[in-house]
């Protein structure tokens, strides 16, 4: 993992977590992270937040609850790692966790693990950390496999990345995997919500999806909210397309069922 802003590096090397700082053009020399590797034999993956104040990471423990267990530790305004925090019974289990990875956003923690339902070895989850409720699921086929599958890492938006695993079809080994998944734009589009302008007042229920909409378009008609499945859709896209072309300025906020990592 990398934190890009203060230009720091942190890699496994000879079974612990190591740091080196890139300035003046060349890299520092490695560094243990003590508060990481405290009290383990053995920490063989770490992840950064987008900000680089959150570091999760796994480890094996005598306090633990089995096996290695994925902990999260933060770092102060002067520069400290907290002492870490195992994560609890929610992600870790009496076997092996391993190779975690925070989405951009914060809110999703993926993880690979041999102590839950597995299609064989090691398989993929993910767990929503802001909603205590949320429990860890698993990734379906093809993400995971009879083989160990480990290590997802994905961009932005979540619709692409890759992941490693030693499925059978590779080179060999462990192999690196990419995935791109594509929109499902075809049977589910949905206009959420049609006003004259942007700051009209619109019903804060509609605002609320229409925030994450994928994209938006400068031409619209007065209606609320229509499906690709209703009746009139095709008249109302007949009406949209006159819109548009007399230059009305009409802003449509349309939401459909883009894939990400399920």
Known sequence: SMDEESKTIYIYRKNKIHSSTYTDGKWSLLTEVEKVNRNSQHTPSVALSSDGKTMYFANEQINGIGGKDIYVTKLDGKGNWS??????????????????????DGKTLYFATEGRESAGGFDLYKINLED?????????????????????STNNEGNSGVFSSSRNGGAGGMDLYEFN????????????AVTTDSTDAVNPDIISYSKDAL???????NQNTIEKTDAGFSEWMNG??????????LIV?????????P
């Open 240 to 249: 949209v397309e006159k819109l548009a072309a007399s230059k009305q300025k």
């Open 215 to 221: 994209f938006q378009k400068n031409f619209g008609y």
């Open 83 to 104: 002492q870490p925090e195992n994560l609890g019974g929610k992600i870790n289990t009496a076997l092996n966790e391993d190779a975690p990875f925070i989405t951009p």
């Open 181 to 192: 998944l594509k929109p499902e734009t075809d049977t589910n589009l949905v206009v959420i």
């Open 132 to 152: 205590n409720s949320s429990e860890a699921q698993r990734l379906p086929e093809p993400f995971n496999s009879v083989a160990n599958d480990i290590f997802i």
């Open 253 to 261: 906020h349309i939401e459909s069922s883009a894939s990400k990592v």
